[in-house]
């Protein structure tokens, strides 16, 4: 603040520089720049370390507790994010979705699933280049080398890759657990906290259109295994015939 006489009369003259030299510009965020805001996950480790995935603007990683951030996936082949989980034993190991889990008109794509093994250095994609958008990511609490994907698919059109994956090697082969059809892929997958053995998987099919929107339909539903995978069933008491987009969860204290 300063003097209101500053502001007129004699005391005009003494309008310079040096006087406003304590007033300075501050950022108030990139909310005009990347607009929605898919996925933030804070470092178990390390609280003050946070990474945010942006529908329309990357990967931002700050270690301060959100006062700086910084870019770090600049050098990635999109910029159109969808999630991303660190790994509980490793925090400098994180798996990347591309293309966003959601199904607006100005909704974009990506191109598969990204890992960092530096703390979001450096990325190499590991697999899912067709699949445009990636519904979440899941590490089994006792293994990390062993990840679930759900792949949701193209939105605008058939085919690509879709479906739930696991992998046995930390990404470098994957095994198909759940095709449904060239329409339908998986949302979400959740692993029971008290067994990581049992794991639920929501399908989904839908299609994007200029002025229309499929949302749901027979081939949607929720399948459940209780050997890591190998084997599912349907679940269908007590709920319609035809399903939507079905997020899940799981009571994290394992009771």
């Not at 406003?20 to 965020?29: E, I, P, Q, V």
């Not at 995935?53 to 507790?65: E, F, H």
Request: a positive charge.
């Amino acid at each position: 603040t300063f003097p209101l006489a500053h502001l007129g009369g004699e005391g005009a003259a003494q309008l310079n520089a040096d006087l406003f030299k304590d007033l300075k510009f501050r950022s108030l965020g990139p909310s005009l720049t990347t607009g929605r805001i898919q996925d933030v996950v804070v470092d178990p480790k390390n609280p003050s370390i946070w990474y945010v995935a942006a529908a329309a603007g990357g990967v931002w990683k700050t270690d301060n507790r959100g006062l700086t951030f910084k870019s770090v996936f600049d050098n990635g082949g999109s910029f159109n994010m969808c999630c991303i989980v660190i790994d509980p034993k490793d925090s400098n190991v994180l798996w990347l979705g591309t293309g966003e889990n959601a199904n607006p008109r100005s909704a974009m794509y990506g191109d598969g699933l990204y890992k960092s093994t530096d703390a979001g250095e450096t990325w190499n994609r590991v697999a899912f280049e067709k699949s445009e958008h990636i519904g979440n990511i899941k590490i089994d609490p006792r293994n990390s080398s062993v990840v679930y994907v759900a792949v949701q698919g193209p939105l605008w059109a058939p085919g690509g890759e879709r479906g739930l994956f696991k992998t046995t090697d930390g990404g470098q082969s994957w095994k198909s657990l759940i095709p449904v059809s060239a329409d339908t892929g998986v949302n979400e997958v959740q692993i029971d906290p008290a067994n990581p053995d049992i794991l639920y998987a929501s399908t989904y099919q839908r299609r994007r259109a200029v002025g229309q929107f499929v949302g749901g339909g027979p081939e949607g539903g929720i399948y459940k295994s209780t050997n890591a995978g190998n084997t599912w069933t349907k679940i269908t008491k007590g709920l319609p015939a035809k399903v939507g987009r079905i997020g899940m969860g799981l009571d994290a204290r394992g009771k």
